[in-house]
């Protein structure tokens, strides 16, 4: 079992940014791929931002050089920085880690943090 915890969620004005960070516990040996995903009421989750144990990334078609996401391996950790924020960015972001070692799917991410809520105001 992998237990996720994120923190760094808030409220934001346009343009400003935030810091996400995603702690892992329990079956670690065991984590492949993590990424954020983010969910707005109503509507599907969707993929923000994934990388691998070896640091290669994937974005979300929206990210357009925004967000960055970093990985330290050593502590477990997986960080998502966003800049250049907008209102439709508002949503609550979930961490997540898979077995694999290149995922960039939901269902391919097996367990999903509590989530954070991210308000960026207009």
């Known amino acids: 079992q992998v237990q996720l915890v994120e923190s760094g969620g808030g409220l934001v004005q346009e343009g400003g940014s935030l810091r996400l960070s995603c702690a892992a516990s329990?079956?670690?040996?065991?984590?492949?791929?993590m990424g954020w995903y983010r969910q707005e009421p109503g509507k599907q989750r969707e993929l923000v931002a994934t990388?691998?144990?070896?640091?290669?990334?994937n974005y979300g078609d929206f990210v357009k050089g925004r967000f960055t996401i970093s990985r330290d391996n050593a502590k477990n950790t997986v960080d998502l920085q966003m800049n250049s924020l907008k209102p439709e960015d508002t949503a609550v972001y979930y961490c997540?880690?898979?077995?694999?070692?290149?995922?960039?799917?939901?269902?391919?991410?097996?367990?999903w943090g509590q989530g954070t809520q991210v308000t960026v105001s207009s």
């Open positions: 990388v691998t144990r070896g640091g290669t990334t």
């Open positions: 329990g079956s670690i040996f065991s984590i492949g791929a």
């Open positions: 997540a880690a898979s077995r694999l070692p290149l995922a960039t799917m939901s269902n391919q991410f097996g367990s």
